[in-house]
């Protein structure tokens, strides 16, 4: 099956410091990615929808300007915590679209802003 | 506004029995209904999905039944085992756009 990497699996870092999370498709080019963010024993929330060689589309009430997606390749997408702060804590998983409908997932990134 | 509901939130099943979850939408214009499979501290993995053109879709042990009329579609795991227990979340896509149930706890007891 395909397989999606993210990277880095965990990190740790200080309120107003950035982070940068790759996702990576390994075996296969995806033109589209999703950026998604879960809460301890919550569903995915769906934060953006990364297109190769184009702006994100980004979900009602997430913050572009916080949350900076690039697609610079049909088999990376980068998804850039500006600022962050205790509040973006989470766990940040991105998955990418094989075919006209079927996602495959990363593996996750878990944030903890201190 | 929640494209779709899911239920239950939790669920515990002895070892051998039968695992059932349900998931209902309002959207008739969703055309793809996969199941994932979720562990702890992992990404979602798909485990089986369903287009609107059929009523049953079985792999192995698991198994979705879709009701088109009534707008509901749910998953079977016949003969659960421990290592089944998850976090299980029916999807819905239309546009380009996934939306995510609620998600279910499965504990499958030995």
């Known amino acids: 099956g395909a397989v999606v990497s993210q990277h880095p699996s965990r990190v740790i870092c200080k309120s107003g410091t950035s982070v940068k999370i790759e996702c990576r498709s390994l075996?296969?080019?995806?033109?589209?990615m999703f950026w998604y963010r879960q809460f301890p024993k919550k569903s995915l929330m769906l934060m953006a929808t990364?297109?190769?060689?184009?702006?994100?589309?980004?979900e009602q009430g997430v913050e572009k300007d916080k949350f900076l997606i690039n697609h610079a390749s049909l088999t990376l997408s980068t998804l850039t915590v500006t600022s962050a702060h205790p509040e973006d804590s989470s766990f940040y998983i991105c998955?990418?679209?094989?075919?006209?409908?079927?996602?495959?997932f990363g593996p996750g990134t878990r944030l903890t802003v201190l | 506004q929640q494209q779709v509901k899911q239920s239950p939130q939790s669920l515990i099943v002895q070892k051998g029995g039968i695992s059932i979850i349900n998931c209902a939408y309002e959207n008739t214009a969703f055309d793809y209904f996969p199941w994932y499979q979720q562990f702890p501290g992992k990404g979602p993995a798909l485990l089986i999905a369903?287009?609107?053109?059929?009523s049953e879709k079985k792999e192995g042990r698991f198994t979705i039944s879709f009701n088109k009329s009534a707008k509901q579609f749910s998953l079977h795991i016949m003969d659960s085992q421990p290592g089944d227990s998850a976090t299980y979340f029916c999807?819905?896509?239309?546009?380009?756009?996934?939306?995510f149930g609620s998600g279910t706890k499965l504990n499958v007891k030995p």
């Open positions: 075996d296969f080019q995806a033109t589209t």
């Open positions: 999807s819905v896509y239309n546009f380009n756009k996934f939306y």
């Open positions: 998955s990418a679209r094989v075919g006209e409908d079927t996602q495959y």
């Open positions: 369903i287009r609107p053109d059929v």
């Open positions: 990364s297109n190769e060689g184009s702006k994100a589309t980004y």
